[in-house]
């Protein structure tokens, strides 16, 4: 069983800031890659920030690249996601997501968390 347990959502006005952090846990042999998508009401889920374990190689939508900063904690399977200058159009549900394998002789498996509300106010 793996859950990854969201928090740092709420209401901000734009051009202010928010901290997301994503923490990981259960039957974990290795993670591949963390990070977060988000869906707006009425839009498709989509990619906002991804980052690998090993490398820190990240990816960043292009509408966030300047703004938002992702951050891990190998040890501690933990991914942030560091949201400044924000816009109204970043309102959205963020989804924590992680490729992960549970069992050394298993396949890699994507989860999904909960989910937490962003809004931004203009």
């Known amino acids: 069983q793996v859950q990854l347990v969201e928090s740092g959502g709420g209401l901000v006005q734009a051009g202010g800031s928010l901290r997301l952090s994503c923490a990981a846990s259960g039957s974990i042999f290795r993670v591949n890659t963390m990070g977060w998508y988000r869906q707006a009401p009425g839009k498709q889920r989509e990619l906002v920030a991804t980052t690998m374990s090993s490398g820190g190689i990240a990816n960043y939508a292009d509408s966030v690249k300047g703004r938002f900063t992702i951050s891990k904690d190998n040890a501690k399977n933990t991914v942030w996601l560091d949201m400044n200058n924000l816009e109204p159009e970043d309102t959205a549900v963020y989804y924590c997501?992680?490729?992960?394998?549970?069992?050394?002789?298993?396949?890699?498996?994507?989860?999904w968390g909960q989910g937490t509300q962003v809004t931004v106010s203009s």
């Open positions: 997501n992680s490729v992960l394998r549970t069992q050394m002789w298993s396949y890699d498996a994507s989860y």
